[in-house]
């Protein structure tokens, strides 16, 4: 089946610096969503991207979909506390309405 | 604007036992999907419904598990004969009638964590 890998798979760094985390699929998706889990709590989507190439932002979020379309990345500037949880990429290939494949995660450590 | 509802939000079981785990979708929304999440992983769609139909089930055990979305009433995802392995949080998501074509996006509600003791 579809499988996203993403990586890295923890992150710790210290507050206000900048982290990247990527998504690469071995299939085309057309549709890569962002989505942020804290414990105990269901995904909260962050940035939705629909088209090859594009870029958006949200806040201090950046989020690319690759021009491939098997790939997007989302940048995270000038960390702060509340940045800490888990990150997740999920893709799919329509516009979303169906199932999405998901990434394993990248948990995330902000140190004050 | 409430969004998507799940309840209970924990649930324990013994083996053998049944789990009822019911969703309201966001107002507005017709589309509901479960998905599965064991600890250190990422999600895992099992079910697409909309009302009164299952649309895509490829991602359901074939056997004790089973999801409805009936004309009046939440989404219900109902575990039969629970064991050890189905423990695990189970997660909703909705998704509205209508979009701009191509611009569609899921909303999670919170989920059900399933203890199966």
């Known amino acids: 089946g579809q499988q996203l890998n993403q990586s890295p798979q923890s992150m710790f760094i210290q507050e206000g610096e900048d982290v990247s985390m990527n998504c690469t699929s071995s299939s085309i998706f057309n549709t890569w969503l962002w989505y942020k889990q804290d414990p105990g709590e269901g995904p909260v989507l962050l940035i939705a991207?629909?088209?090859?190439?594009e870029l958006t932002s949200n806040g201090r979020l950046t989020a690319q979909f690759g021009i491939t379309r098997k790939d997007s990345f989302l940048n995270i500037s000038a960390s702060i506390p509340s940045d800490v949880g888990i990150y997740f990429c999920a893709g799919s290939t329509q516009g979303g309405s169906e199932k999405l494949v998901f990434g394993k995660g990248t948990k995330l450590t902000v140190n004050p | 604007n409430a969004g998507v509802m799940q309840n209970p939000r924990h649930l324990v079981r013994r083996r053998g036992q049944e789990a009822r785990l019911r969703c309201s979708p966001m107002?507005?929304?017709?589309?509901v999907y479960w998905y599965r999440q064991l600890p250190e992983e990422g999600l895992k769609f099992m079910v697409y419904?909309?009302?009164?139909?299952?649309?895509?089930e490829s991602g359901m055990p074939k056997e004790r598990f089973s999801a409805e979305f009936p004309k009046e009433g939440p989404s219900i995802l109902r575990i039969q004969q629970v064991v050890r392995g189905d423990s695990a949080a189970y997660f909703c998501a909705s998704s509205p009638v209508w979009k701009p074509r191509g611009r569609d996006t899921q909303y999670f509600g919170p989920g059900t964590r399933l203890t199966v003791l």
């Open positions: 991207l629909y088209k090859a190439g």
């Open positions: 419904l909309q009302k009164e139909n299952i649309i895509d």
């Open positions: 107002k507005g929304h017709s589309h």
